[in-house]
């Protein structure tokens, strides 16, 4: 089965903080992809990546930076935490189009609150 | 930009009922159309989707949907819910606009399932 790990499940961080939310996963996937996750909003996209290196902005990506540098690996960084991205952040992955890549793999999630 | 509607915030059913839950799409061309769940504290996990062909998918768990091109809806069903099936369940749509190959996702439904 693919797993998709996040870094950490609940995550307390400071106004103004730097914040790094890493996702690894072990299938060897193209794709990559940063949701939050709020009530009464579903979830929407911040950031994904189809490669290495390479990144593309979701729906929300204001206040959010992303890292690919290895294949396995996709960090979501809030250069300046603010009470607003207090949120669940969801990573997933998935296989390149064509070899089932419309399917995601979801992590567990990461609780952040920015107090 | 491809998207979904789930028009209720909650659906409640009682064990042994069949259960309905809605979502309707806009969508230019063909639609790849998906159900994800989410059990309390986890991430989401994939139940069907379709591409094409049969307009009714069987997923896991005893679901499936129907999709209904004429009236753009994509309704996720089950014959005879169990308390088990309690979560929430997102709609989603393969986005192929700018944001390559990621899933917009609809609000979600609250099912619950009564002994």
């Known amino acids: 089965d693919v797993k998709v790990t996040q870094s950490s499940r609940y995550l307390v961080k400071r106004t103004g903080e730097k914040v790094f939310l890493e996702c690894v996963q072990d299938m060897d996937h193209e794709n990559m992809f940063w949701y939050r996750q709020d009530p009464g909003l579903g979830l929407r996209l911040i950031y994904f990546?189809?490669?290495?290196?390479?990144?593309e902005k979701g729906d929300i990506p204001e206040g959010y930076s992303v890292s690919r540098e290895k294949k396995e690996r996709f960090s979501l960084i809030l250069e300046s935490a603010s009470t607003n991205q207090t949120s669940m952040y969801l990573c997933?992955?998935?296989?390149?189009?064509?070899?089932?890549?419309?399917?995601?793999?979801f992590g567990s999630g990461t609780q952040l609150s920015v107090l | 930009a491809q998207s979904v509607a789930q028009p209720e915030d909650q659906v409640n059913v009682a064990e042994g009922n069949p259960l309905t839950v809605k979502c309707t799409y806009s969508v230019s061309g063909n639609p790849y159309l998906f159900w994800y769940v989410q059990y309390p504290n986890r991430g989401l996990q994939f139940l069907l989707k379709?591409?094409?062909?049969?307009?009714l998918v069987k997923g896991s768990y005893g679901f499936e949907a129907e999709f209904n091109k004429s009236q753009t809806s994509f309704h996720l069903k089950k014959p005879s819910a169990l308390v088990s099936d309690s979560a929430l369940y997102f709609c989603?749509?393969?986005?192929?606009?700018?944001?390559?190959?990621?899933?917009?996702f609809g609000k979600g439904t609250s099912l619950l399932v009564t002994p």
């Open positions: 997933a992955s998935s296989p390149p189009s064509g070899q089932g890549g419309e399917k995601l793999f």
């Open positions: 379709y591409i094409t062909g049969d307009n």
């Open positions: 990546s189809y490669d290495v290196k390479m990144k």
């Open positions: 989603a749509v393969r986005d192929v606009g700018n944001s390559g190959y990621a899933l917009n």
